[in-house]
């Protein structure tokens, strides 16, 4: 019994359980009892040894430490206890007697010091004047018993005036009181009972809750001591002095525990006090000696402005409920995201939710947080805490939207959104394994309470100004978290009373649609101004040496994206008919610039040489007054400007544009699609629920698709025209305008020997180095191609229009044939530039023409009777351009150029053509710069004219070439010998 005098015990003098706030009590712990229990922590972790007395001793060594016992204070009690028990014969001890025995045994002297001793002597004045006085009704003359004690608690009386003997009286008569008391048996007729233990137990309790609190280590509060079972085992030595029972000490280490959870909040702890209340609950019921003896120890704790009466145990149980209840009702702002004891202070409350506490009789203590199954409690949780954390938020709310220069509402909307993000993430896994619908209950008011502040503000909508613009998008963020938290019922425990559909919307698209659609339609004449003053300004000059397109291009884009993200950054529901506003945008951009692109490109046919007349060849020495070929007549003005500024250059930069449009519209439209379907993807998703909104999801995908098809396809059908017409025109520039000196009027000119193709292929060569250097990699092929094609068509036309200078013996023809394939190998390159059969493809009519040049004149004759027959049935064939290697007017240029006497009589015979003598060979274009002739009347009535139109002039010659034709069928063929 010697062990209990060893605590640092504390006077209380209220006589009912006082209940306060735990978080701010602190132990005051003194660093020099440390030492030795950090010395036993250094040690290594050994397995429980057997009860020998050394470790009986270490053990009562360490509850010394943990009440915080100086080594020379212990030895004194020890001592001073042990004689006191070596006189006591028999019976059992209790606290007055203990404290009696310590103050006559323990003397001043026993002290270094004189306040250590003065306190350890109040201290056990008090206990005594706590214990005899709560019995007060037991004593006959208490106030003698209060003058007693009031001499021991007088310093100078005790220690100065009185003697020895004199103060061994005033112990004595205490004495006496104490033994009278002792005697008296217990109320409740428990083993072991005083009338100390109902009496005094206020401070039997504290006292007992002091020893308690040892079990926790001093240097990890947190934490049990080493050696915490045997701890406990000395501890209920302690029982039958202070009145403790099983269920009494149940009920104060829960107490004691969870109070040491509240200061550490170590989950540990409260695992712990949730097993001693589960063991307190489950025997409460019992009946009996010690149900009466609880009963007994009454408590008032305070309840807002009543003290109900309760016993100490419903005060104990009621004390933890207050306490869990009181976080519970504001979880958002009690149990953050680190706190992962939520679920489990959760578990303590509803375990002691369902208990109704009060005293012995009417009185009880009776709350709705407090009665009713599990659910009910978690419901007014959610709802209490929900309110709680928006009104928290909405105070505030004038202060933050002025810090960030935003909104209220779109504010608090955000701030709405992390309480639902945090009830879904955090809280409503926990919730719902006792309240399935906790999830939706905190959605329903969130939406509600923010609603209430919404709706003034939706009736005022007219425009897309920039408050709209922070707030809608704010409000559908909000709406589409909420949804996710009324959705995520947990799955094993869903209700069927609850359906998704319940969750009234802020219907956002009913006062969004009208503006947004307003919006976008005014950003057309926007666009279209921009890109028409893009276009003005632009040069047509690289961005840069790795950027070979225009800044124009570049610029249109960035116009039509920016709108775009502003669109969908809105954050608003969309509907398809924006989607069609926006595409249809985007379509007239576009298609207006590139119509306006490829606007300025002349018609190729304007790039040609006037078409020389029809002679035939005729040698002469003769001098003779020679004619002009052809009158110059200036281009139209118009025409004249487009192609000054239509260079090689420029049109290779156009056409690194027009690449670049095609590639950035797949771009554009892959993030179009993106956005709408993240946009619309809520939608979508809440179609999933049922089949028929699944069919309309599916059909208004599938219109969807063909406005995206109907939009891009046909603006990427116009850009890939607009490559090829540029591509077209490119070649037709180099060939027929910028190398007609060097090519058209140089080659075959006099003679071919002296003309041949090989003096001519460094012109080429440079202009397409030039161009390589201009136009896209990827693009390169086509242009080169079509550069391919018009030199071919420009070999023919030498061929076939090269003017009275160019005549071919059957000996040129081989020449000509291999100038051909130089021209051919030249674009093939050894396998690195064109394909060779796209190559030979369109080489196959000058080789049809060369052909035609090493056939007998007769053969070519006979050939040209037979297609003037066709002429007029309208069969004629259209192929090459407007040419055919068999038609009548082919085969009439051929003869002209062959240096045969035969085809010159026939062609002086019949078609009484002149002598390619007779006329100038001083090339059309010498002086005439920038301003090629238009074609013109031929001076002679009989010369073929090549129109744009069909070729309608041809037709002033359709009556002389049947005539002819008859003419031959009569008289054979010595007719035009």
Known sequence: MALVHSFKFHSLFTTRLEIYSFEDQKKDKSSGFLAGLKNKRDKKHLQPQPQSPERHEEVINTIRVQMQISEAMDACVRQTSMQFASRKACGQLDIPQISLGLLNGILKSDFLYEKPYMQWKKRQANILEEVLISANHL???????????????????????????????????????SLLLSSVNGHFGIQGETCYWATSYHFNIRLYEK???????????????????????????????????????????GWVLFQQFVLTEEEMLLDHAIIEVQKLLSTESSKGKDEEYINSLICYPECDDSEPEMNLVQAILWSMSYWCDSKLQDYHLHFSQEHGFFAKVLTMALVLGNKNYGSRDENKLTSDALSGPDAVHVKMYVERSVEAAYRRIENTIILESQMERSN???????????????????????????????????AKLLHQLYGERLKPFLEQVSSLSDEVKLVLPAVGRLERGLSLLFSS???????????????????????????????????????????????????????????????????????????????????????????????????????????????????????????????????????????????????????????????????????????????????????????????????????????????????YSE??????????????????????????????????????????????????????????????????????????????????????????????????????????????????????????????????????????????????????????TESVIQMLMTASELIPTGVESQKHGHRHVVDARTLVRVLCHKKDKEASQFLKLHYHLPASSDYDDESPLKDSGLKPPMMT????????????NGHDSFKSIKKRLQKVTSEIRHSGSSSYS
């Open 139 to 177: 004593i006959t003359d208490k106030q003698v018993i209060e003058t007693l004690l009031a001499k021991i608690n007088n310093s100078e009386e005790w220690d100065n005036l009185m003697s020895t003997s004199e103060r061994t009286e005033v112990l004595a008569a205490i004495r006496q009181v």
């Open 211 to 253: 020893l308690l609190f040892g079990i926790f280590d001093i240097l990890d509060e947190g934490n049990f001591i080493e050696g915490a079972d045997e701890f406990m085992k000395l501890c209920k030595l302690t029982w039958s002095t202070l009145g403790i029972t099983q269920k009494v000490h149940n009920a104060l280490y």
């Open 408 to 442: 209220a509402l779109a504010v608090l909307a955000n701030d709405v959104r992390v309480i639902a993000e945090k009830e879904l993430n955090v809280y409503s896994p926990v919730l719902c394994h006792w309240y399935p619908e906790s999830a939706m209950v905190a």
């Open 489 to 699: 019922t947990c799955k094993e425990k869903e209700s069927q009373s609850f359906s998704i559909l319940e969750l009234d919307r802020y219907q956002l698209g009913k006062f969004s649609r009208p503006i947004i659609l307003e919006w976008v339609i005014a950003q057309h004449a926007r666009i279209l101004e921009w890109t028409g003053r893009a276009l003005d300004l632009e040069k047509w000059e690289p961005l840069s040496h790795q950027q070979k397109h225009s800044s124009s291009a570049v610029e249109v884009f960035r116009i039509i994206e920016e709108t775009v993200d502003q669109l969908f950054a809105l954050s608003l529901p969309l509907d398809i008919t924006h989607l069609q506003a926006l595409l249809s945008i985007i379509f007239h951009t576009l298609d207006s610039y590139l119509h306006k692109v490829c606007s300025r490109l002349v018609d190729k046919h304007h790039l040609y040489p006037p078409v020389p007349p029809l002679t035939r060849y005729k040698e002469t020495v003769f001098p003779v007054i020679k004619k002009k070929v052809v009158e110059n007549v200036l281009l139209e003005e118009e025409v004249n400007s487009n192609l000054a500024e239509l260079t090689v250059s420029k049109l290779c930069i156009r056409l690194n544009t027009l690449q670049y449009i095609q590639k950035q519209m797949g771009i554009l439209e892959d993030g179009i699609r993106k956005s709408w379907g993240s946009a619309t993807l809520s939608e979508n998703n809440r179609g999933e629920e049922h089949p028929e909104a699944s069919e309309t999801v599916l059909e």
């Open 703 to 856: 219109s969807v698709d063909e406005l995206f098809v109907a939009t891009f396809d046909s603006l990427r059908d116009t850009a890939a025209d607009a490559i090829r017409r540029t591509c077209e025109f490119i070649g037709a520039r180099v060939v027929f305008w910028d190398l007609r000196d060097s090519f058209l009027f140089r080659l075959y000119r006099g003679s071919v020997e002296s003309a041949r193709f090989e003096t001519i292929l460094p012109n080429f060569d440079s202009v397409l180095n030039n161009i390589c250097g201009y136009v896209d990699d990827i693009l390169r092929d086509l242009v080169v191609a079509s550069i391919c094609k018009a030199s071919l068509d420009g070999y023919v036309w030498v061929l076939l229009d090269g003017g009275p200078s160019c005549a071919f013996s059957d000996a040129d023809v081989k020449l000509m044939d291999e100038d051909l394939h130089i021209l051919k190998d030249f674009f093939i390159a050894d396998g690195e530039g064109l394909p060779r059969s796209l190559v030979e493809n369109e080489a196959q009519f000058a080789h049809q023409i060369l052909n035609l040049f090493s056939l007998q």
């Open 937 to 948: 009347d031929f001076i002679r009535t009989t010369s073929l004219q090549w129109s744009n």
